[in-house]
């Protein structure tokens, strides 16, 4: 089946070498977690919790769905002054 996989900010650099760029179609198996892709794009541990689901904030054990779009965000960083 087949998602999209969005990714904004800098956690394009955990992109895994498949490919690079900010949206991309992705062929998953029946059954494929959250996790399962965060783990294939290597997804910063501090960027897990910012992940959606169409725009939905879900379980890391959440089952996608034939077109859902998953959206990966950096950590947002405070600048010290």
Do not use: C
Not at 2 to 9: K, P, R, S, T
Not at 29 to 37: A, N
């Amino acid at each position: 089946m087949n998602i999209q996989v969005e990714i904004f900010g800098s956690q394009k650099a955990y992109l895994s070498p498949i490919k690079k760029g900010l949206l991309l179609d992705v062929e998953v198996e029946k059954g494929t977690k959250v996790s399962d892709i965060l783990d294939r794009f290597r997804v910063a541990p501090q960027s897990r919790n910012r992940t959606k689901v169409n725009k939905m904030v879900l379980s890391p054990d959440h089952v996608l769905k034939e077109g859902d779009k998953v959206s990966i965000f950096s950590p947002i960083l405070a600048g010290g002054g």
